[in-house]
């Protein structure tokens, strides 16, 4: 029997059952509540409200834990690649052998673009940003595959689901190649996954482009980092969207646009610009801390604080520790990653920050990787949009075998007008 929690409203006391999750997380399911009591709950920004019930991704933000299907962040980032990793997130548990070759080289034959994506990306303007063409983009793979729409369809999905994850690097590398009026590239299949990305954005048709190892484990590491969140604002804007019924390359297309804002994963492009531009400021990372902590709001700390992470995040230690790795290899040392550190230094000991629990996140450090690899700022976020992609398809594909699935449609607390009438123009 269940335990159950006790909610006294006028007087009377409604029961509602406690359930608890296989980490001990505890929840009162108010499922029923306004049928029983004609009232509901508030909570702007879900901070205390859970959307669903998921077996993914599990987070503790207080003890910075981040496991895949169980599988701690730090093994997942020591032992799997990234390709493995979405097939954990989307079916379930680790492939074998076999598994990982079949979804490979399903994965490797459908990089390729239909030919007409060159017009469509040809026709965006030269500095559209790579999000804005990657959602076009991905919206309208729904135009080009009519045949793979069905939600309800698991082959369908499953055609969907792997066109997604091979052509989405194709188009952020169209897009990128369009922005600087170089041709775009086709993918190679003798590459993997990372080096047929890095290919297609930095190959050019006059040269050979040879894969530097250190830039490709660095990649496929930081898409390994990304994968997947929980329900944080994108994933949760793929299962919203995708609770309409509407095909998963929409969905995706929705999640995409979330990932987007700058409180979201376009922090990643605001923290090097941050970095950039405390740099060419000259002044000193303690000047722009105290800025941040009077409100300057050109003075954010971006790449700091979370919703969910009280403590470090676990993702941002990995990131943190390959920099220096990457960096050094490249023979790239910049000034960006001394800022960084001075600056998580001296916030970290700051109480204005450890009073409000904000520790470094993701973001902070994976721009100064994707800046000493060559990769524009405006690609940073299209670079977690195809890290984050397994992580919004396991979502939906969960969304979808929900047994309790329905459409989403949050209530509200109304604060308008009470009634009134229309009041002819004359008399206005
Ligand atoms: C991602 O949800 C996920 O899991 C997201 C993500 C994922 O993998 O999907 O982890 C990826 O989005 C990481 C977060 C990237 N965003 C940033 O780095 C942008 C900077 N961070 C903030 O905007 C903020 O910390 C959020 C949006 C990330 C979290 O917002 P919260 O939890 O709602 O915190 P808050 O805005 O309520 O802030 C609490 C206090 C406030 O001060 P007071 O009102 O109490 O005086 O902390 C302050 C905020 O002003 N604060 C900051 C700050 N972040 C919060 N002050 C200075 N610099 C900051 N970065």
């Given at each position: 029997m269940a335990e159950m929690a006790e909610l006294r409203i006028d007087g009377k006391t409604y029961e509602l059952p406690i359930i608890e999750g296989s980490e001990g997380e505890r929840a009162i399911d108010i499922s029923k509540l306004r049928n029983q009591s004609g009232v509901i709950t508030l909570d702007p920004g879900y901070a205390?409200?859970?959307s669903c019930m998921s077996s993914i991704t599990f987070i503790d933000g207080d003890k910075g834990i981040l496991r895949y299907r169980g599988i701690p962040i730090e093994e997942v980032a020591d032992h799997s690649t990234f390709l493995e990793v979405a097939y954990l997130l989307v079916y379930g548990s680790l492939p074998t052998a076999d598994n990982l070759a079949n979804i490979t080289e399903s994965i490797t034959l459908h990089?390729?673009?239909?030919?007409d994506f060159k017009r469509f990306f040809g026709a965006l303007p030269k500095d559209a940003h790579p999000m804005a063409a990657c959602s076009a983009a991905v919206g309208a793979l729904s135009t080009f595959y009519p045949?793979?729409?069905?939600?309800?369809?698991p082959r369908q999905v499953e055609i969907a689901v792997h066109r997604l994850i091979a052509k989405l690097p194709t188009m952020a590398a169209y897009a990128y190649k369009h922005s600087i009026g170089q041709p775009m590239m086709y993918p190679r299949n003798e590459l993997d996954y990372v080096g047929n990305f890095l290919y297609m954005l930095f190959g050019t048709p006059c040269d050979e482009y040879e894969v530097d190892p250190v830039i490709r484990n660095a990649l496929d590491l930081l898409l390994i980092l990304h994968a997947d969140h929980e329900q944080n604002c994108s994933a949760s804007t793929v299962r919203l969207v995708g609770s309409s019924m509407v095909n998963l390359f929409s969905a995706i297309s929705s999640g995409i646009q979330a990932l987007w804002g700058p409180s979201h994963g376009g922090a990643n492009q605001e923290v090097i610009e941050m970095l950039a531009s405390i740099r060419d400021q000259g002044i000193s990372a303690r000047e722009f801390v105290e800025r941040a902590k009077a409100g300057d709001d050109t003075a954010r700390l971006m790449g700091f604080g979370h919703r969910v992470y009280k403590n470090f995040d676990p993702r941002m230690k990995i990131i943190k520790g390959a920099c220096r790795e990457v960096l050094d290899k490249l023979g790239a040392r910049t000034r960006l990653l001394e800022i960084a550190v001075e600056l998580e230094e001296i916030a970290l000991s700051d109480e204005y920050f450890v009073s409000r629990k904000l520790y470094p996140n993701v973001d902070f450090y994976s721009g100064v990787i994707y800046n000493a690899i060559g990769?524009?700022?405006?690609m940073f976020t299209a670079m977690f949009a195809i890290g984050r992609l397994p992580g919004w398809i396991a979502q939906w594909m969960e969304l979808h075998g929900d047994s309790n699935f329905k459409i989403g449609r949050p209530r509200q607390i109304y604060t308008g007008p009470t009634e009134t009438h229309y009041t002819p123009i004359k008399d206005r």
């Open positions: 205390n409200t859970g990089t390729m673009l239909h030919e045949d793979c729409l069905d939600p309800r369809d990769i524009p700022s405006n």
